[in-house]
């Protein structure tokens, strides 16, 4: 059922994976070959993060106060007062969260200094089991209660309605409908639930019970016909929600993974919850799919994040792709409907299956670091005081990194800036948000010089590399590419071969020790990201 690809993809082995031998330095090194050109003003005042990437040294229980962003997985993230909270789903590395509660949350004044406050809840709502039981006594055959269920839990999700925090948690149930052998029977359905807060700091939650549950449209048996066997019992797999109030004042509840795709319900605004649940129809309607979506039950998509964008007037759709162990990738779809159909930049109708572009992160790799994997499941927020826009996910370190005892397993949270091409879609920053300040213009004779560059071209599971490029003083190109470019200093606006990349300041991650430099970001026409990285002079 809606579990098992996570289970074969290696997410629940990655979690369960205990002890933290060696370390690596995954934050410097030999600096290469970066000579040339003019070198980005530097603010020698300016202090950004040092920690390393590699927190397998302070990822005990006792020593979560130092973990800032380490361990951050499926975050969600809202502003209440002075500070930004992050939400997220049960994981930590080695599982050192285990015993302590559920979903752990952090908050920060600056979006780059995380502090962790503990979990949200102490315990499983009892509702949860109640409900589960209740469903399986109606079923025919009816089946006996589950004393004992195994839990998940999963990708919250943090909105404030009003004057009130609504947090919608997801809870799976991972025992087998019926039997003990996960490949003989699909596992239990989902649950999204409901608590309320009015004041986040106080960690006051009141539980609201469910709102929705997974739910069988009866196109296949719960009986499970081996582990080659993906064709899935419930047609919508209730986790990972994402909520939304469109301007004429709907509430929508998005939600899905895998299984029949992505849907959309709607929501009595005064409860948070559908009107009804009596009809397969009241579970929502699909909005995105992945290859033919009337004979597809597991489609490699969930996460979906939803934002509306009153300046181009867009519903954007923002969806995981792929197993997020390595493969994980976020691509981006839109329309002017909540309901669809919806669309990728090329014209591709992701409503009926077709794959979304652009594509806006991927696993990838600059120099002088060993790359992150496993990146997406993002929440996409605004900053209430700045308007601006920002990506968080999580991101993985690769595979089999020498030093670092299961370094698939090191979870790191990512806060970026996200920027809008002018034709309206959404594209990350390269580097992770430090603050760094952006007061100083930047100027022509800065780009001037060698950068890495990186296009982030789809890859199964395969990090996209960077490759040099210089930018000559006549305004010609050289290293990797040939042709030209222009530089607006007004606008901050690189123009590369008729591509046009958003230049800002950033904070140089993976050089030793980590500096200011100068980025770019934008979009080729087939919706491949394409970042770019100043690098500095030996």
Not at 434 to 458: C, K, N, Q, R
Request: charged share 20%.
């Amino acid at each position: 059922m809606k579990i098992w690809y996570r289970l074969i993809m290696g997410f629940c082995t990655l979690w369960l994976l205990v002890g933290c031998s060696g370390s690596t330095n995954v934050d410097g090194g030999d600096n290469g070959n970066n000579s040339g050109g003019n070198e980005p003003q530097e603010n020698s005042d300016f202090q950004g993060p040092t920690y390393s990437d590699d927190y397998t040294s302070r990822s005990s229980w006792s020593e979560r106060s130092e973990w800032n962003l380490a361990n951050v997985h499926d975050p969600t993230v809202v502003k209440d007062g002075d500070y930004f909270y992050m939400y997220q789903t049960n994981a930590s590395y080695g599982n050192v969260h285990e015993g302590h509660g559920l979903y752990p949350y952090r908050r920060s004044k600056d979006l780059v200094n995380w502090d962790f406050q503990g979990m949200a809840f102490s315990e499983v709502p009892a509702w949860v089991k109640d409900s589960l039981n209740s469903m399986r006594a109606q079923m025919d055959p009816p089946l006996p209660p589950i004393e004992n269920p195994d839990y998940g839990f999963w990708a919250p999700h943090i909105t404030k309605v009003n004057n009130t925090f609504r947090l919608y948690y997801s809870i799976v149930v991972q025992n087998p409908i019926v039997g003990s052998d996960p490949n003989q029977s699909w596992t239990e359905r989902a649950f999204i639930g409901l608590a309320e807060s009015q004041d986040l700091s106080s960690n006051n939650w009141e539980d609201k019970g469910m709102v929705i549950s997974s739910v069988a449209d009866g196109e296949g048996t719960y009986d499970r016909n081996g582990s080659d066997d993906w064709s899935a019992y419930f047609k919508f797999n209730a986790i990972d929600p994402s909520y939304i109030i469109t301007p004429e004042g709907e509430h929508w509840l998005v939600y899905g993974s895998w299984h029949s795709g992505i849907a959309a319900v709607q929501l009595d605004p005064e409860t948070g919850k559908p009107y009804e649940l009596s009809n397969l129809s009241d579970y929502g309607t699909r909005i995105a799919g992945r290859g033919n979506v009337d004979t597809n039950r597991w489609q490699a998509l969930e996460a979906p994040e939803i934002i509306y964008n009153e300046e181009t007037g867009y519903y954007y759709l923002f969806l995981a792709y792929d197993e997020l162990s390595v493969a994980y990738n976020t691509r981006v779809a839109r329309s002017q409907n909540i309901t669809g159909p919806y669309y990728g930049i090329n014209g591709n109708n992701v409503t009926e299956g077709e794959e979304a572009w652009p594509m806006i992160t991927h696993p990838y790799k600059f120099a002088n670091h060993f790359g992150w994997v496993g990146f997406s499941h993002c929440s996409i927020f605004k900053n209430p005081d700045t308007g601006k826009w920002f990506y968080s996910s999580q991101a993985r370190l690769p595979k089999n990194i020498q030093g670092i005892n299961a370094s698939n397993a090191v979870m790191m949270g990512h806060v970026r800036k996200l920027y809008w091409t002018e034709n309206g879609w959404p594209v990350v920053a390269p580097e992770r948000y430090a603050g760094v300040p952006d007061t100083t213009s930047i100027t022509e004779a800065e780009i001037v010089g060698t950068w890495e560059e990186i296009t982030l071209e789809y890859q199964y599971q395969t990090m996209q590399t960077s490759y040099r490029v210089v930018f000559n003083e006549d305004n010609t190109l050289g290293g990797a590419l040939d042709g030209t470019w222009k530089y607006d200093e007004a606008t901050n606006m690189l123009t590369v071969n008729g591509k046009k990349l958003t230049v800002n300041n950033a904070w140089d991650w993976e050089v030793s020790p980590r500096k200011t430099t100068i980025t770019y970001a934008g979009l080729n026409s087939a919706g491949r990201s394409i970042w770019g990285k100043k690098v500095k002079g030996n």
